[in-house]
C-alpha cells in the first residue's frame, strides 16, 4: 500500500508537469537588490511605510546582487542568540509588467526556497502578502512560496517586491530565485517542488511508520523472542527515522516542542536511526558484533548528551557541526554493509552495500544546503532512507519467504517421515495384534484343555473306573454322564460373548440347568432384576462363575433333598464398594460348609468354589434360612480394583 500510493503522488506530480501551459512565459528573476537595514526588531511590519528603517528612503544604497544570493553561516556561539536583535536584510526586485497577464487562474509569485533561522516577510507594492509564521528555527523553510497576485494589481503595472529578512546574529540567510507569471505555467513546477520537499516525504514516513508499528505487533505476538528482535529494530528503525526527518516537514505553524529540544530531538532520531541500522544489519548478515555494538551505542549516547540544551550552547550554531559527528557511525555501517556484501555475495547485500555508499555524498550535498549552497537543490537525505527502509524491508520479506520455504520443505520432510513412522507401526501394530491373538488362543486352549480336564475329563475317568470295575449297579452310569454333558455345555456357553451382562449368562445357564432340576424334581424360581453390565466379564470370569454356580446346584439336587430353588439378583454394596449380587436359596436340608482349613481333600467342589471366588474378586457365603433352608449369597464388584 505503502508504494502504490508513492507511485499515485509520483503519477500526479508527472500529470501536473505534462499540462500544457496558458498565455506568456513566467519571468525568472535571477537578479534582485539588497540592503542590510539597521532594524532591530524581529517582527516585520505590515506595511513597508511603518518600518523602523529607510526601506523606501531615496538615499538608501542598494547593491545588486545575483539570485540565488547567501550570506556565510557562523558556527556554535556561547549564549543564547535568540536573545539578541537580529541581523535583518532587504531584498528588492521589481516584476516584468509580462508577469501580470490576465490569465483564467491569475497571477502568482513562486519562491522555491529561502533558509535562514528566523522570521521572513514578502511585500508587494508595500504591503505584507506573505510571512512565516512558525518558530525562528523551525520556519518551514523546506515549503516553497506560493503567493496569489491574482485581481490585485491592475494589468500593464510593474509590482516591486520586497522581502525582509531577519535572522539571528552569525547565522546568515539564503534565497532562491523568484518567478513570477501566470498559474497554469507555474503550477506543475511548484506541485513537483512541493510533492518533492514535503509530500512525499510525509506519505513516506507515515508508510513506513504503520509498516513499523506492524512489525512490532509481529514481533509481540511471537512471544518477544530474542531470536525476532529484527522486527523490533525495524519499528525503532522507523521511530527513529520520523524523528530524524522532521525538520523536512515542518510547516507554516509552530511545532508546539522548544526549538532547542525539536532540534535534539531530530539529531537523535537521526543518530538512533544509524545505530539501530547497524544492529539490523548484523542480524540479517547473521554476524553479531557485540563489541562495535556497544562502542556505537556508546558513542551516539555521547553525542546526544553534548547535544543536550541544558548546557547552554547555540543549538542554532551547532547544530550544524554536531551533525557532522553523523560521519564515523555512519562510516561503521559502511563498514559492515561492504562487508556482508563482500562475504554473502548475492544481490540484495550488494544493493544494499551501493546505496548506502551512494549515501554518503548525498548526505555531504544536504550537509551543504545546511550551509546554503545548492539552494534549490532538494534535501535527497530523506529519499536515501527511503531507499534503505525500501532495501531493508525487501531484504526481510526475502529472508521471511526464505524461512517459509525451508519450513515448508521441513514439513513436507516431517510429514513423510511421520507417514513411514505410522506404516512402520501400523506394521508393528499388525504383529502386536497377531501376537495377542495367538496368545489369546492359546490361553483359551488351555483354560478349556485344563477345564475339561479337572471337570469334563474327571467325570469320565470316573465313569469309566466304574465301568471296568463292574460297579454299575451302585453307581448310575446315566446321572454320571449327564452331569458330563451338563459341564461340557457349560464350558461352551462361556466361550459366547456376553458383552459384560451377567443377565445373559445366567439365562444361558438356566438354559442347561433347567431340564436337569426338573428332571429331579426341583421346582426353579427365577427372580432375576436389571443388573449394570460388569466391564471385567470376560470369557475366563464367565467360567469361574458359572462353574461356581453350578457347584451350587448340583449340591442341592444331591444332598439338600430340597424341593423348590429360588435364583435371584440385585444390586448390593460390600464394605461401601458397589458390586451385585446372586443369591440361591433352597427349602432343603441347612448347610453349613466347613472352614477352609477343615475342608476335607475329597470336598474338591467346594474348594474349587472358593478358589474361583477369590479370581473374580468376589465374596461368598452360606446362611440358614427361617425356613429351615439354605441361601447361598456372591457378591462381585462393579469394578475390579
Known sequence: ???????????????????????????????????????????????????????????????????????????????????????????????????????PQGSRLYIPRWHTLGTVAIYVDGVVAWQARGSRVWNGFNIPVWIDLAGRYPPGTSPVVHVRMAS??????????????????????????????????????????????????????????????????????????????????????????????????????????????????????????????WALAAYVSVICLVALPIWGLSQEGIFPLVRMGLIPPSMLVLFVAVQGAWRQRDWPSMLLAIWIVLSFPIGFHDLGMQRYENLEHIYLSPYVYLGLFTMFLWIAMTRYHTALNVAERANTTLIDRLAEQEEILAETHARLRSVEREQTLLQERQRLMRDMHDGVGSSLMSALRVVEHGDTDRVDLAQVLKECIDDLKISIDSLEPVDADLLTLLANLRFRMGPRLEGAGLALDWQVN?????????????????????????????????????VATAEAEDAGTPGVEVAITDNGRPFQPPSPAETP?????????RSRAHALGAHIDWVHTPEGGTRFRMWLPLVHG
Not at 535571477?30 to 505590515?46: R, Y
Not at 481333600?601 to 468354589?609: F, K, M, Y
Request: aromatic share 8%; hydrophobic share 50%.
Open 1 to 103: 500500500m505503502a508504494r502504490l500510493a508513492l507511485v499515485a503522488l509520483a503519477l500526479l506530480g508527472l500529470i501536473a508537469c505534462a499540462s500544457e501551459p496558458v498565455g506568456p512565459a513566467p519571468a525568472h528573476l535571477t537578479q534582485a537588490e539588497i540592503w542590510p537595514s539597521p532594524s532591530t526588531a524581529w517582527a516585520p511590519p505590515d506595511r513597508l511605510s511603518d518600518a523602523d528603517d529607510a526601506v523606501l528612503g531615496a538615499a538608501t544604497p542598494w547593491q545588486e546582487v545575483k539570485l540565488p544570493h547567501a550570506r556565510p553561516r557562523g558556527l556554535a556561539r556561547s549564549g543564547d542568540a535568540s536573545l539578541e536583535p537580529p541581523d535583518v536584510l532587504w531584498y528588492r526586485m521589481t516584476l516584468p509588467a509580462a508577469a501580470l497577464t490576465p490569465t
Open 168 to 293: 539571528e546574529r552569525g547565522i546568515g540567510g539564503a534565497l532562491s530565485t523568484v518567478w513570477a507569471g501566470n498559474a497554469e505555467a507555474l503550477t506543475p513546477g511548484w506541485r513537483m517542488r512541493h510533492l518533492l520537499q514535503r509530500y512525499l516525504m510525509a506519505v513516506a514516513r507515515g508508510a513506513y511508520l504503520v509498516l513499523g508499528v506492524g512489525a512490532l505487533v509481529v514481533w509481540l505476538m511471537l512471544g518477544r523472542r530474542r531470536a525476532d528482535a529484527m522486527y523490533l529494530l525495524f519499528f525503532l528503525m522507523s521511530v527513529c527515522h520520523m524523528l530524524g526527518t522532521l525538520q523536512y516537514l515542518v510547516g507554516d505553524e509552530t511545532t508546539g516542542v522548544a526549538d532547542e529540544w525539536f532540534s535534539w530531538l531530530t539529531l537523535a532520531g537521526t543518530l538512533g536511526s544509524t545505530l539501530c541500522s547497524f544492529y539490523f544489519l548484523s542480524r540479517i548478515q547473521r554476524r553479531p558484533r557485540p563489541r562495535l555494538g
Open 530 to 566: 436389571e443388573l449394570p453390565l460388569l466391564p471385567w466379564l470376560d470369557s475366563a470370569s464367565a467360567l469361574h462363575i458359572l462353574r461356581i454356580i453350578q457347584e451350587v446346584l448340583t449340591n442341592v439336587i444331591k444332598h439338600s433333598g430340597a424341593t423348590r430353588i429360588t
Open 601 to 609: 481333600p475329597a470336598r474338591r467342589g467346594l474348594s474349587n468354589v
